[in-house]
């Protein structure tokens, strides 16, 4: 499995991944627009045959703090630890970068409390987390579980 930065070229194959899930109800849909706009902030998995089968993406959000979003693995792949592969590769980019806690709104909350997080009341979370959700199509019920993740390198000194 190669794992790197994702490029414009990859851009459909995103869409569809994750907006596969969301058919499902399994995470939010992404436009097209959205996944371009944000195309920096993701990480790709890709497969012997140079498929993306695996995405997930960095979003600086506030003061030391980003969320994990746009979580998604090929069905075929799923529990072939691709998606905790990229969460960690995710938090190290974050961490080098000074990120002190990372979250995440999620579906599947038993994957990221494999990684360290812990759920949130999501009044826990700054008012600048919701400046997106105004655009979501569950705004205001949000039905998605927050969790948090303090960073491995966090120190207070």
Known sequence: MKYRKAVFADVEDIFHLVNDYAADGAMLARSRNTLYETLRDMIVAEDDAGRVVGVGGLHMMWDRMAEIRTMAVAPEFARCGIGSEIVRRLMAEGSALGVRQFFTLTYKPGFFKTLGFHIV?????????????????????CDEIAMVRESADRTDC
């Open 121 to 141: 009341s999501k009044a826990a979370l700054p008012q600048k987390v919701w400046k997106e959700c105004i655009d979501c199509p569950k705004f205001p019920n």
